[in-house]
């Protein structure tokens, strides 16, 4: 669906993306995280040609998009939506008006605009809404609206710009389940920028990590978390504050181990003490994560390693002595294990 190689774009002397290589499938939720400047929005902007490139390749559903005359390239924007964390909607016009606008550009027969703007309002959730005007609407009732907006003329792929970054968490969480449900409904493929890793554990079958322009992880969301790779571990922020001394070290505890007691067990096995500094629980897509942080005193430190490797569970040290092994216990998935 799209191929990006070797992309490279500069403002003036300013390289705002160096080099990027990434591939999204079809119906595919693919996330570009990083935080700002990273070069995200550049990047989305030029999968749709709103902005050019100097090096590389950008194809989109096969075509490539700099070489792409006016008349082609506003064929290829057709098929492609796009929502934006201003919502950017007429706050003249009301819901219905807004979502019929493309329609109406595209000169679409008016005894179609009407059953398609309901439809996509009563798939969107806001169809009781459609004579209220824009101002009147909550944040996420407009981002509702730009949805569904985007989905007028029945695009191929979604874009995503920082969509949710102006809502509240649980108004978030109500646009991620939406925007979900219609890439399931419809094998949309969407392709999400931004800079919340909670949005990107959520709802990202895969992503690309950026800084500065450049790659600094690329992959399957699930298996870049379990193995938190340094680049995005520095991006995700640990989010406890560690008591001092000992050494601290983040367990993961997927759905199939979650159930059995580890933590009594490895301390009555081995006859240590040690302190919990936190824990959570995450969503990646359809599964929960459990996440631990255990402080263990450096004197035992190497046989609780020796433990946590016999379980093959999941394990990173946040910090403790140089020469340790900073992760470990990540059963791959091409060795046929679940970790």
Partial sequence: ?????????????HRVL???????ERGEIFGIVGHSGAGKSTLLRCLNGLET?????VEVMNREVRLLARRELLDLRRKIG?????FNLMARKNVFENVAFPLRIWKTPADRIGKRV???LDMVGIAAKRDERIHKLSGGQKQRVGIARALALGPEILLCDEATSALDPKTTSSILDLLE??????NLT?????????????????MLLLDGGVTQALGSTEELFLTLPPNLRRFADEEYTLIPGGVHIRLMFPRDISQDSVITAMARELNIDFSIAGGKLDRYLDDVFGILIINVPHAHLERVLGYLR??????QILDGPEGIAAAGGIARKEDGKTP
Avoid at 181 to 186: A, T
Avoid at 310 to 315: A, F, G, V
Wanted: proline share 2%; aromatic share 6%.
């Fill in 181 to 186: 449900s219609i890439n399931q409904r419809l």
């Fill in 18 to 24: 160096d080099n990027v290589d990434m591939a999204v």
């Fill in 53 to 57: 490139y100097q090096e590389g390749s």
């Fill in 1 to 13: 669906m799209i191929r990006i190689s070797g992309l490279s774009k500069s403002f003036g002397e």
């Fill in 310 to 315: 016999k379980r093959e569970l999941p394990w």
């Fill in 190 to 206: 969407i392709v999400l920028v931004t800079h919340q890793m909670e949005v990107v554990k959520r709802l990202c079958h895969r």
């Fill in 82 to 86: 796009m929502i934006f964390q201003t």
């Fill in 118 to 120: 309901m439809e996509l």
